[in-house]
């Protein structure tokens, strides 16, 4: 049984994790290799050495979509992973897909984490090793292609079924693509539960430079999609209160009552990236009038 090359980009954001990551995947007996693709290359790249591990340095930052490219391009073997370098999986993971009917199915296009199952931690370098609650991995069928979250820290599928994303695509939107060309082709997309993924959110979208290659794929993404995009669930409800720099905000959903308090960050884009991954069923033009009034009031003291 072919065994998974796993493809992690990293700008060494969350060393410690990366590492801690690395040793759970050199555990695990479907691991055939690991592609480390540095998108720092300036700085020494510092990371468990093994025979399993090969480490490519760019001459500049190609960013998350393009080294999803590159690493798929080098791997030896026909089952990939693509992961982040700020999250941990349970350990042995990727045996228990590989392992799997489903995995090996003819129909099957690509499996992601299932939002429910991610575990988002903030402002920390620091996350343990999750447990899994079940004794093996839950599938579910994902039918849409967009607003689905933080699916794409952990990409798991056969080199076939990978689409090579735009080069004008470099941050965001390469997993909906890749969800989206599955979709179109017949394939059935799944989200992965029972085995929960610790994650630090928006470790390296944080980085302001961040931000301006952002906005170009914003610009970008809609000729990839023939303008089909999922409607999210709509909103109405929601009162914002500040203390200092933190922002308390109380919300309806469903019905339902809610709060967060969240930091205040003065960039619209990151300030965005930050709300959809802690409300993710937010409406996003309710979303978008949020952002503007938590800048403004801030602004405004």
């Known amino acids: 049984m072919s065994k998974f090359s796993v493809i992690i980009p990293t700008i060494q954001k969350k060393l410690e994790v990366l590492n801690t990551l690395l040793g759970l995947l050199l555990q695990d007996t479907a691991v055939g290799e690991i592609i480390v693709i540095n998108n720092k290359p300036e700085v020494p790249l510092v990371i468990n050495n093994s025979d399993k591990i090969r480490v490519i340095s760019p001459a500049e930052n190609l960013y998350v979509n393009p080294s999803w ?29 590989l392992t799997s ?3 090996h199915d003819g129909q099957t296009g690509l499996l992601g984490a299932d939002v429910h199952d991610i575990r988002q931690f903030y402002d920390t370098d620091y996350i343990e090793i999750p447990e899994p609650y079940a004794e ?8 849409r292609h ?8 952990a990409i798991l599928g056969k080199k076939k079924n990978y689409y090579t994303i735009p080069e004008d695509l470099k941050i965001i939107y390469g997993d909906n693509y890749l969800l989206y060309k599955n979709l179109q082709n017949g394939k059935i997309n799944y989200q992965i539960s029972g085995m929960p993924f610790n994650h630090i ?3 390296s979208s944080q980085d302001k430079r961040f931000s301006l290659i952002v906005r170009d794929d914003l610009k970008n993404y809609r000729k990839y999609f023939n303008g089909t995009v999922q409607k999210q669930e709509t909103n109405s409800v929601y009162k914002l209160n500040f203390k200092n720099d933190v ?5 309806e959903l469903n019905g339902k009552k809610n709060t967060i308090c969240f930091k205040y960050i003065d ?19 309710m979303l978008s009038k949020i952002v503007e009034e938590v800048i403004s009031r801030n602004k405004a003291g």
């Open 69 to 97: 490219n590159l690493g798929i391009s080098e791997i030896q073997n026909e089952n990939f992973a693509l992961l982040n370098d700020d999250m941990l999986v349970c350990s042995g993971f990727l045996s228990a897909v």
């Open 101 to 103: 009917d489903i995995f």
């Open 136 to 143: 093996q991995p839950v599938f579910t069928p994902l039918k």
């Open 146 to 153: 967009f607003h689905t979250q933080d699916w794409g820290i």
């Open 201 to 203: 959110h928006s470790s």
């Open 247 to 251: 922002c308390f905000l109380e919300y």
């Open 267 to 285: 960039d619209k884009i990151r300030l965005r990236m930050r709300l959809a991954g802690m409300i993710p069923k937010f409406d996003t033009e």
